[in-house]
Nanobody
Framework: QVQLVESGGGLVQPGGSLRLSCVAS????????IGWFRQAPGKEREREDV??????????CYADSVKGRFTISRDSAKNTVYLQMNDLRPDDTAVYYC??????????????????WGQGTQVTVSS
């Protein structure tokens, strides 16, 4: 089965940083767009729109709430996409997911177009 596995979450104080990782198995990550999404507490099945994505058109964060604070990058040799999160705020608290579309080289900003999902990693920002 195609799998994506997130890691790197944890508890941090406001203003702190975390780097999340998304590791792919059963397929070559270079062939797929990878998006990062998040789901706030109590918001089951209500994921936010794409935060950042990495694909053939580049590595870009789109959500206004994270621009200037989050950065997405890709390490093809490790089959991994990273999300560097700086200056974290309490409202960043969420389960963070990486995901890929069903089809290779398909680029989309829409959550509904993503098919393969990781299990999520919890990020908690609190004093």
């Amino acid at each position: 089965q195609v799998q994506l596995v997130e890691s790197g979450g944890g508890l941090v104080q406001p203003g702190g940083s975390l780097r999340l990782s998304c590791v792919a198995s059963e397929f070559t990550l270079d062939d797929y767009t990878i998006g990062w999404f998040r789901q706030a507490p109590g918001k089951e099945r209500e994921r936010e729109d794409v935060l950042c994505l990495s694909g053939s058109i580049g590595d870009t964060c789109y959500a206004d709430s994270v621009k200037g604070r989050f950065t997405i990058s890709r390490d093809s040799a490790k089959n991994t996409v990273y999300l560097q999160m700086n200056d974290l705020r309490p409202d960043d608290t969420a389960v963070y997911y990486c995901a890929a579309p069903k089809y290779r080289n398909y680029v989309s900003l829409l959550e509904s177009d993503y098919y393969y999902w990781g299990q999520g990693t919890q990020v908690t920002v609190s004093s």
